[in-house]
């Protein structure tokens, strides 16, 4: 989580955590950096995308480092993820990767409640008589006419 403490940190993390939200215009790149660096315990701010996290092989810094982006960017990582979260591009990557398809969640639902909303305006329009449809038996099958069979004498000779 964003409000633990980083390993020999003691008190600095809280006023980090509150820093990093009150700063809202900063740039994605930067908000990254600032929780890896919360979360792995060294200023990363400066670091390039190929910069190995220090501490990332501890499960501790893995979880808080997970939980800490989960929090600030409203994500949800797979357990997949934190197994590639081993240097600043790929957590980079992993969180846009993920907020993309929090999007794309989001954007799905919105379009299945403006179809179900259409569709119950539809039917709330239609005249409740027009909902139903009168049932026809099928006709019955009459025999077919039968010619008689001719009727003529034969004459003997």
């Not at 800490?68 to 846009?96: G, W, Y």
């Not at 993309?100 to 299945?112: K, N, S, T």
Request: hydrophobic share 40%.
């Amino acid at each position: 989580m964003i409000w633990e403490q980083a390993p020999g940190r003691a008190g600095s993390t809280p006023r980090l955590a509150l820093k990093l939200q009150s700063k809202l215009g900063m740039h994605f790149g930067e908000n990254v950096r600032d929780i890896v660096s919360i979360s792995c315990g060294k200023d990363l701010r400066a670091a390039r995308s190929r910069t190995v996290l220090p501490g990332i092989d501890s499960p501790e810094v893995q979880r808080r480092l997970a939980a800490n982006l989960e929090r600030s960017f409203d994500i949800r990582l797979k357990p997949e993820d934190v197994s590639h979260l081993t240097t600043v591009r790929a957590v980079l990557q992993c969180v846009r990767l993920r907020r993309w398809e929090r999007e794309l969640a989001e954007h799905q639902q919105a379009q299945v409640a403006v179809q179900q909303a259409m569709v119950a305006k539809d039917a709330a329009a239609t005249p409740f008589s027009d909902r139903f449809v009168r049932y026809t038996p099928p006709a019955a099958h009459l025999p077919l006419p039968t010619t008689p069979a001719p009727t003529f004498a034969l004459r003997k000779s």
